[in-house]
Every structure is written in C-alpha cells, then in structure tokens.
C-alpha cells in the first residue's frame, strides 16, 4: 500500500503565504509525476502545479508567480510554496504521485481557506 500525507493547511489572510508538504510511504519504487491539486465547494476538482522526477514543472495559469512546487526525491515529499493568496484560493488541496508502473494515488486532503 501507498499512502500519502499532505500538511501545512490552515486558515490565512489574503495577501498571506502557506506551505503545504505532501510525505509519501509505503510500498513505492520510483515516484515520477507528483502533483497538486485542488477542490472548492461546489467546484470540480483542479490542476494546481505538478513536477516530474527531474524537476520540470507546470502551473495552472492562475498560479503562475504565485505558487512554487518543489520535491526530494530522497525523502519521496513534495512541496507547494503559496505566496499573495487570494479568497478563491479557498480549497481542500490534493497530493497526487504517479509511479513507475503508471498508478496513481491520491492523499486525503488538507483544507486551505483564505478569508480575513
């Protein structure tokens, strides 16, 4: 089994920063593709940023210059560095990894709300 574990959520003012961290254990070989994620209320599920084994990265337009996703490969984590957040940003956010068999697995979830 694998399981993932995302932290760093919580409430935040807008124009405030957050770090989320995504840990993941268990029964992986390689992790490729990781990724974030995120879900408002009402809202379909969305693509934040992801980045390759290698560190090549993509960013959901509107996150551009504002968030920074970052991993150790060593320590199989993944981070997502969240400056000037907006209102909408209100969400639960997701950690995705894809493995070297091509599965995907999901963590629960950490909320993030931005609300003064």
């Known amino acids: 089994q694998v399981q993932l574990v995302e932290s760093g959520g919580g409430l935040v003012q807008p124009g405030g920063s957050l770090r989320l961290s995504c840990a993941a254990s268990g029964n992986i070989f390689t992790i490729y593709a990781m990724g974030w994620y995120r879900q408002a209320p009402g809202k379909r599920r969305e693509l934040v940023a992801t980045i390759t084994r290698r560190g090549g990265t993509n960013y959901a337009d509107s996150m551009k210059g504002r968030f920074t996703i970052s991993r150790d490969n060593a320590k199989n984590r993944m981070y997502l560095q969240m400056n000037s957040l907006k209102p909408e940003g209100t969400a639960v956010y997701y950690c995705?990894?894809?493995?070297?068999?091509?599965?995907?697995?999901w963590g629960q979830g950490t909320q993030v709300t931005v609300s003064s």
């Open positions: 995705k990894i894809e493995d070297n068999l091509s599965r995907e697995y």
